[in-house]
């Protein structure tokens, strides 16, 4: 593992820089379960394979032609997302995939395996010590982690942990980072991919969203070939004044980034993390005319032509991967950050929707957390299968090291994360029983359904959305309410008790920070206290 001192991973033990009883030693493809959801084929041996991580942000759960729904939905019909069909096809689509509410809390937690509220990047990140929490005339937000995921302990408010492609690094693969990174603050060292594990860091800083899609605009800096921060994306020069778009330009990259690790005969890890479908709405000239002339909208429409120019990069990356004769022994998987960001956008004017899902992201609710998920493992993963089992984003951590055949490792951090490879086989689920918990002290910026300061868990088929204003609970069954309609708290109030105390253990064993009233100073409840 590379920190100051350059230090391999696996010697930090003797160098004394892990905490006691924080090393998580990982022996992983044990004890798995029966009685899957997931329906799949049987594993078979191969060498090391190749890992895309494909991740698009904003996306949400409806913002294709492939449907995670029982059935397709008018918005499967709108979206053309053929590549993402074709990734359908190969591998395994999961209907119940989880990520947080917002951008950074979602990346930190697959980079490091544990859950946002052990890490304590809550909120979105940017600048140095600045907190990006809205005024509340109730609570008071928490010291959270606003310097977000560092390589070492050395930054104030900033989460210290060994990350996934620096495990990978040390056990052979050429890491790869393609796009957007949000990971540690301007003017800190997270704020750099090449110091959290990656060998090739292409367009990636601390900000969260592009000046400018557009090629002709210099992608958002103020003069061509100047990198003006903080939007402006960095490292793309050549492509300054081109007619290109931001999602075409970093495929073109990243093809030839993968040509460089098959160079260096090593196997890659590419991080390929669009900074597509997020803010600014603006046209993919290829696509856009096409669904303008459907009717959409305006900014529908250049929504759409985004949807698809990020699945059109898919498409090139899969068909660059067959022409080297390596789609084989190469590992695709597709996710998205968060919910899209649906009907109560900040400006008031949607450009995609999420439902049956109710409102989108930035919410508790299933709009802002439920996300695409799709999985092609070849030779293990049967294609066109369905898993119907629940994860979380921080268990993307443990698995993408068990597909590698990474079997032990060493960490600083507690990993929360658990590995969905049995489901990917067929062979057993780690949903069964157990609780997801998101956790957000936080204010967002936008407003709307489920837009607030909560936390939340779901165990099986029960959802609880706890409010730290008014301490209020809310109670959904997601099985018969998927659209989260009917609060059913008062009528189960033993599930409401028993979720509160699930919610409230893990918080308190996680040192999750919570926020306090403004009125005297005393901090909000946790679930089980308010009864």
């Known amino acids: 593992m590379r920190l100051d001192s350059e230090l391999p991973g696996l010697e930090l033990l003797n160098a004394g820089r892990v905490k006691a009883g924080l090393?998580?030693?990982?022996?992983?493809?044990?004890?798995?379960?029966?009685?899957?959801?997931?329906?799949?084929?049987?594993?078979?041996?191969?060498?090391?394979?190749?890992?895309?991580?494909?991740?698009?942000?904003?996306?949400?759960?409806?913002?294709?032609?492939?449907?995670?729904?029982?059935?397709?939905?008018?918005?499967?019909?709108?979206?053309?997302?053929?590549?993402?069909?074709?990734?359908?096809?190969?591998?395994?689509?999961?209907?119940?995939?989880?990520?947080?509410?917002?951008?950074?809390?979602?990346?930190?937690?697959?980079?490091?395996?544990?859950?946002?509220?052990?890490?304590?990047?809550?909120?979105?990140?940017?600048?140095?010590?600045?907190?990006?929490?809205?005024?509340?005339?109730?609570?008071?937000?928490p010291s959270w982690n606003v310097n977000g995921l560092q390589p070492s302990d050395t930054v104030e408010r900033g989460v210290f942990a060994i990350t996934l492609p620096e495990i990978l690094r040390q056990n052979g693969y050429f890491t790869i980072h393609c796009g957007k990174a949000h990971w540690g603050a301007m003017d800190t060292p997270g704020?750099?991919?090449?110091?959290?594990?990656?060998?090739?860091?292409?367009?990636?800083?601390?900000?969260?969203?592009?000046?400018?899609?557009?090629?002709?605009?210099?992608?958002?800096?103020?003069?061509?070939?100047?990198?003006?921060p903080p939007w402006g994306v960095p490292g793309l020069e050549k492509y300054h004044g081109d007619s290109i778009h931001l999602s075409q330009a970093l495929t073109q990259e990243a093809i030839?980034?993968?040509?460089?690790?098959?160079?260096?005969?090593?196997?890659?890890?590419?991080?390929?993390?669009?900074?597509?479908?997020?803010?600014?709405?603006?046209?993919?000239?290829?696509?856009?005319?096409?669904?303008?002339?459907?009717?959409?909208?305006?900014?529908?429409?250049?929504?759409?032509?985004?949807?698809?120019?990020?699945?059109?990069?898919?498409?090139?990356?899969?068909?660059?991967?067959?022409?080297?004769?390596?789609s084989g022994n190469t590992i695709i998987l597709f996710m998205s950050d968060n919910g899209g960001l649906s009907a109560h956008a900040r400006?008031?004017?949607?450009?995609?929707?999420?439902?049956?899902l109710r409102s989108g992201k930035g919410s508790a609710y299933e709009g802002g957390i439920r996300e695409p998920m799709i999985v092609s493992w070849p030779g293990k993963v049967k294609p066109a299968s369905v898993c119907n089992d629940y994860l979380l984003i921080e268990d993307y951590f443990p698995t993408i090291l068990e597909m590698a055949g990474i079997t032990a490792y060493v960490t600083n951090q507690t990993i929360d994360g658990k590995s969905f490879v049995p489901m990917l086989l067929g062979k057993g689920t780690t949903a069964?029983?157990?609780?997801?918990?998101?956790?957000?002290?936080n204010k967002w910026g936008a407003v709307g359904p489920g837009i607030g300061t909560t936390s939340t868990i779901r165990n099986g088929n029960w959802k609880l959305v706890y409010w730290y204003g008014d301490g209020k609970k809310e109670l959904y069954n997601l099985q018969e309410d998927l659209g989260e309609l009917n609060d059913v708290a008062a009528l189960h109030p033993d599930v409401v008790a028993d979720l509160s105390v699930r919610l409230g253990n893990f918080l308190r064993n996680a040192g999750a920070l919570r926020p306090t009233f403004k009125a005297n100073g005393s901090p909000a409840p946790w679930p089980d206290e308010n009864r």
Not at 257 to 271: G, Q, S
Not at 277 to 295: A, C, N
Not at 432 to 441: A, Q
């Open 23 to 141: 090393v998580g030693t990982a022996v992983l493809a044990a004890g798995l379960f029966s009685g899957s959801s997931c329906r799949s084929g049987e594993s078979h041996s191969q060498a090391r394979p190749n890992i895309l991580l494909f991740l698009v942000d904003d996306m949400g759960w409806q913002d294709t032609s492939v449907p995670f729904h029982t059935e397709r939905t008018p918005f499967n019909n709108l979206y053309h997302t053929p590549h993402m069909e074709r990734l359908a096809a190969a591998g395994m689509k999961f209907t119940q995939a989880y990520a947080c509410s917002v951008c950074s809390p979602t990346r930190t937690s697959l980079m490091t395996g544990m859950n946002a509220a052990r890490h304590g990047v809550t909120n979105w990140t940017l600048k140095r010590n600045v907190s990006v929490d809205l005024p509340d005339e109730i609570l008071s937000f």
């Open 191 to 228: 704020s750099d991919p090449l110091k959290l594990g990656f060998d090739l860091n292409i367009a990636g800083h601390a900000a969260g969203s592009p000046g400018s899609y557009q090629g002709m605009k210099n992608f958002g800096n103020a003069r061509k070939g100047i990198h003006t």
């Open 256 to 326: 030839l980034a993968i040509d460089k690790a098959l160079d260096e005969k090593k196997p890659f890890y590419l991080y390929m993390s669009h900074y597509a479908v997020h803010t600014p709405i603006e046209p993919d000239l290829r696509f856009y005319r096409k669904y303008k002339e459907m009717g959409l909208p305006e900014r529908e429409a250049r929504y759409a032509s985004m949807v698809e120019g990020m699945d059109q990069s898919l498409g090139d990356l899969m068909d660059h991967l067959e022409k080297r004769g390596i």
């Open 347 to 356: 400006d008031g004017e949607p450009h995609t929707h999420n439902l049956p």
């Open 432 to 441: 069964t029983g157990r609780d997801l918990v998101w956790h957000y002290p």
